[in-house]
Structures are given as C-alpha cells and as structure tokens.
C-alpha cells in the first residue's frame, strides 16, 4: 500500500488549506484514512479520521476548523482546513488502517505564518 499525499504549502493566518491524500495497492473495502501532523518538537497526533462507513472523529483543537472526507471508491481522503492559525504548523500524514496494519505517507508540510 502507499500514500502519496498534496496540498501543504504556506499560508497566512486565518487561510484555507486543502490536503489531499490517494492509497494505492492492496486496499481493503473496510479500512479508516486519516491525517495525523507532527510539529518541530511535538509527537505526532491524531488530527483526523474516517472509516468507510463515515465515523469520523477529531482532535479538539481542529474542531468547527478542519473537514475531513473521503472518496472511497478513489481511495481518496481529504482534509480541508479553514481558519488556519500559526499552531497548525506541522507535517501532515496520511494514515490508511486495515485489520492489523498501518500504512503512512511521506508526509506534506503546512506552514502558517503571516
């Protein structure tokens, strides 16, 4: 399985943002995409994520802020990120699950800075 994710890039405060994430190879019609980020100094954590039956859940600080969804027959998740704010700054990757495995993406950077 990979991930190749898109999308990062600069923005400035209060800015939008939208990810994109697309699996590929052996993918599971029972599975959960998401987006977890790492910051400079900061462990990697859970942003976001969605099985295929649409349970979602999110991480308190994006909440009302960040959208995620999924296109599940394009093996496709998304994340789209309004309100933007300098805390958000980090590395982005796209986590796929299924049964006993976990697959990551190489990541994509979000800077927030004005």
């Known amino acids: 399985v990979q991930l190749v994710e898109s999308g990062g890039g600069l923005v400035q405060p209060g800015g939008s943002l939208r990810l994109s994430c697309v699996a590929s190879g052996s993918i599971f019609s029972d599975n959960a995409m998401g987006w977890y980020r790492q910051a400079p100094g900061k462990q990697r954590e859970l942003v976001a994520r969605?099985?295929?039956?649409?349970?979602?859940n999110y991480v308190d600080s994006v909440k009302g802020r960040f959208t995620i969804s999924r296109a599940n027959a394009k093996n496709t998740v998304y994340l789209q990120m309004n309100g933007l704010k300098p805390d958000d700054t980090a590395v982005y990757y796209c986590n796929l699950e299924q049964y006993h495995d976990s697959y990551w993406g190489k990541g994509t950077l979000v800077t927030v800075s004005s």
């Open positions: 969605q099985n295929t039956v649409g349970s979602t």
